[in-house]
């Protein structure tokens, strides 16, 4: 989303994930959202977590809509091991149940949801590209060649 120009935040490290949102207070949170409102008529973050807390925050935002990436379990668990050294057990568990957050609120949102397995992207980034681009109301890149590129897995890249 931020290859194709969407305002994802400033200082974005490499996993895209958003600081001023990802672990921080929602009274904070909701500073951040009032400020991006005012600076940006479209803008959004990355956080792995944030069906945890967007039912109290979605009131804010204007005209919401929500990107949902889903991994495979088991690759997810495995993550989750390697990172966070727990057991797969544990790790698991957790996985399963945020999976189970994200699609209620896929279902609950009352606002365009956007459903991505991230397993099958892989296989067919130009298919995420041509859907991503159609999802935010932006035209497909002339050369998509450079986003493809980006898309492909094994490590996080700069934007």
């Not at 500073?31 to 005012?38: Q, Y």
């Not at 009131?59 to 949902?68: A, E, G, M, S």
Request: charged share 25%; proline share 6%.
């Amino acid at each position: 989303m931020r290859k194709l120009g969407l305002f994802m935040g400033e200082d974005i490290p490499d996993n895209h994930e958003d600081q001023e949102m990802v672990g921080r207070p929602n009274h904070h949170r909701l500073k951040v959202i009032e400020k991006r409102n005012a600076d940006h008529k479209i803008w959004g973050w990355k956080d792995p977590n944030a069906v945890n807390y967007l039912h109290q925050l979605a009131p804010k935002l204007h005209n919401p809509h929500y990107v949902i990436v889903s991994r495979d379990v088991i690759a997810t668990t495995k993550g989750h091991m390697r990172w966070h050294a727990r057991e797969a057990k544990f790790a698991v568990g957790d996985i399963t149940v945020q999976q189970q957050r994200n699609i209620m609120f896929a279902l609950s949102a009352g606002a365009p949801v956007m459903l991505v397995s991230y397993e099958k992207s892989v296989l067919n980034p130009k298919s995420l590209l041509i859907e991503m681009a159609d999802f935010m109301g932006v035209p497909y890149p002339e050369d998509d060649k450079a986003f493809i590129e980006f898309l492909a897995p094994g490590s996080y890249k700069s934007v």
